[in-house]
């Protein structure tokens, strides 16, 4: 959807420019010489001005993002007045004027309920107002109407009407990606729900019953196991942001395996060897310890023998290669192609299929997990994390943490 929206942008933009271009040209000759052929520099000047207006668009339709980007719109059209409008209200008018507001959104009633454009003459009893015509073209998201631009100028012209239209399309294409970007964003924390849901009621009861037993034999120890507990449940609960540092999931796994290890004692054994300088990389929120716990649980199933596990982190240059290995019972590699594919959803898969979702969401499909497995060969998972990835910045630790 998004790659459509794109094309669609590249290419209406130039036929817009050439329009914009030719009215430009019969009102105000200027000189361009030096710049290119005239379409050539009418172009760069319509890119470069829908790129400044593009951005506030991305965060929806509301009154400061068409505050923002307003008069970047009106300089694409070249008019004395534009105005943008939800279905309701007027929320922004650049330009002359502004007392038109009440006549435009009376006559906004049908273009919102059909969906269709129109251009209309304006009553005014100001002799000195320029703006005598408007042309309105609605904004439209999945065929639904979420408002309408407006130009406004001295007279009827039909290049004004096709270009509004474009311009309406175009600015559609930004409510549609923003729209989009929500989407995903509510994805994102629906997945994260879905993880927190995932933290089982039976480790919850085993921790606090582990920490029970060492009240009376080992009071400083069991203090020690409830503000590791406290700790990581605060933690995983948190409201702070989608993502977190390698150094804060690290801590967050550290607090789990302690609780793991005053269970299980001798029966765990874990290595770790990581890179200082993959420390400060940022990376999606609970991404790491669903893979740890995924291990453990593996790792311990069905065996009465010691379970080794080994988290390594390594700087690759423009990666952070992070790898969880145990040699536990495994997984037949049919059904772990239908947990990832989410065909199936056995206890403990849907954090893998959910890691490897949001791993693809946020980075690409080419650093999705790569896992290698086998009936009673134990589970190698792999990570590839980019250092450096647009969007992707930690919102820090949590104080206290």
Known sequence: MSGFLAGLCVAVLPLLAAGIWIGRRTARPESLAGLGTPVEHATFETLHTASLAAPPLRAGLTEETARKSARRLRTLLG????????????????????????????????????????????????????????????????????????????????????????????????????????????????EIKALRAQISPHFIFNSLAVIASFVRTDPEHARELLLEFADF???????????????????????????VRARFGDRL?????????????????LCLQPLVENAVKHGLEGRTDKC?????????????????EDDGAGMDPDALRRILSGESSP?????????????????????????????????????????????????GRLSGE
């Not at 080794?308 to 969880?324: K, M, P, W, Y």
């Not at 954090?351 to 490897?356: A, E, F, H």
């Open 79 to 190: 008019t004395d007045a534009l105005c943008l409008t939800d279905g309701t209200r007027v929320l922004v008018w650049d330009g002359v004027g502004a007392h038109h507001r009440t006549e435009i959104m009376e006559r906004l009633a049908g273009p919102l309920e059909t969906g269709r454009g129109e251009a209309f003459p304006l009553v005014c009893a100001a002799p000195d107002c320029p703006v005598r015509w408007a042309v309105v073209a609605p904004l439209t998201v999945d065929d639904r109407v979420h408002g309408a631009l407006v130009a406004c100028a001295p007279r009827e012209s039909a290049v004004l009407v096709r270009a509004a239209g474009e311009v309406a399309r175009w600015v559609s294409v930004q409510l549609e990606l923003a729209d989009l970007d929500q989407s995903r964003t509510r994805l994102i924390e629906a």
């Open 308 to 324: 080794r596990i080994s988290i390594t982190a390594q700087d690759t240059g423009a990666e952070a290669l992070v790898v969880i």
């Open 347 to 395: 206890s403990g898969g849907i954090g893998l299929s959910n890691v490897d979702d949001r791993l693809r969401q946020v980075y690409g499909d080419d650093h999705g997990l790569v896992i290698e497995t086998a009936v009673g060969a134990g589970m190698k998972i792999t990570a590839r994390l980019p250092k450096y990835q647009p969007g992707v910045h930690s919102a």
């Open 269 to 285: 054994a874990v290595t770790l060897q990581i890179a200082p300088e993959v420390l400060p990389v940022a990376l999606p929120f």
């Open 233 to 259: 449940t605060r933690y995983s609960f948190r409201k702070h942001g989608d993502f977190t540092t390698l150094a804060d999931e690290l801590h967050a796994i550290d607090q789990y395996l302690s609780l």
